[in-house]
């Protein structure tokens, strides 16, 4: 099932029409950070295609491999976006795999982006309108930064790709660094996830250490879903930023 699953994504990121990101340099921008990606494709220092021509035929430049960037961030235009962030899974076995992502990644980022100016949504399902009783009560301790003003909820239930778009227009945001769970699910597939984000047109982060999968039973000590899910991310959707350089940056 695991191959299965690993194939899919290589082959979802071999989409040509996939490759025109745009994660063009913010003017204005508070931070600089390091970011990295894959490509089937030569990318230029923007991060995009090269173009060329062989006997007079057009195509695209090949040379498989990393690359590396230097992204700006403008704060007032960037949101951590939080997707999932429940205490109650309804599956201890997720619950106690996620519980080291929330201590030692989620909850000190997401501290630090407060600090550093950025906005933080997070996503998650109303807990009035939810009838299964688990999946609604999200990490006490981001509660409490929800509860103390620096972060702001949206739930599922009332929003799709287009209003989530509307959302974060709203409050001037063009640049998303995505967290939380399950990378495999609904950090990438949930209306308000990467994938549709990325065809509303929106610069997409991913920092695969503050996330996590839905493994496979085989994969919870390895985690090979969510490293699958990442180098699919890593060769389609946005470009890859590391926990500890993140934690670098410093507010201005």
């Known amino acids: 099932m695991l191959k299965v699953f690993v194939l899919f994504f290589f082959l979802a990121s071999l989409n040509a029409s996939a490759f025109a990101l745009s994660n063009e340099v913010v003017p204005g921008a508070d931070y600089l950070i390091k970011s990295w990606r894959t ?15 062989r006997k007079g035929e057009a195509f695209y430049k090949v040379k498989e491999g990393r690359y ?19 205490e109650d ?3 201890p076995v997720m619950n106690k795999h996620f519980r080291k992502v929330y201590s ?24 009035l ?6 999946a609604a009560r999200i990490n006490p301790a981001l509660q409490a930064i929800v509860d103390a003003g620096a972060a702001s909820v949206v739930y599922h239930s009332d929003m799709d790709d287009r209003k989530f778009e509307g959302y974060l227009r709203s409050l001037g945001v063009d640049t998303l660094i995505y967290t939380g769970f399950s990378s495999n699910m609904c950090v990438i597939g949930m209306p ?23 493994e496979f039973r085989s994969t919870w000590g390895d985690g090979a879903a969510h490293k699958a899910t990442t180098a699919m991310i890593a060769s389609w959707i946005g470009e890859i930023i590391a926990f500890n350089d993140f934690m670098r940056l410093r507010a201005k």
């Open 39 to 53: 490509s089937h494709y030569a990318l230029d220092g923007a991060g995009q295609l090269i173009p060329e021509q």
């Open 68 to 86: 590396s960037f230097v992204r700006s961030l403008a704060k007032d235009r960037t949101a951590v976006v939080v997707m999932d962030p429940w």
């Open 89 to 91: 899974s309804g599956s």
């Open 104 to 127: 030692l990644r989620i909850i000190p980022m997401v501290k630090h982006a407060v600090k550093l100016g950025f906005k933080v949504v997070v996503v998650t399902n109303d807990p």
């Open 129 to 134: 309108k939810i009838n299964l009783g688990y």
């Open 192 to 214: 308000t996830g990467m994938i549709p984000m990325f065809h509303r047109g929106f610069r997409l982060f991913f920092v695969p250490e503050a996330s996590a999968a839905t």
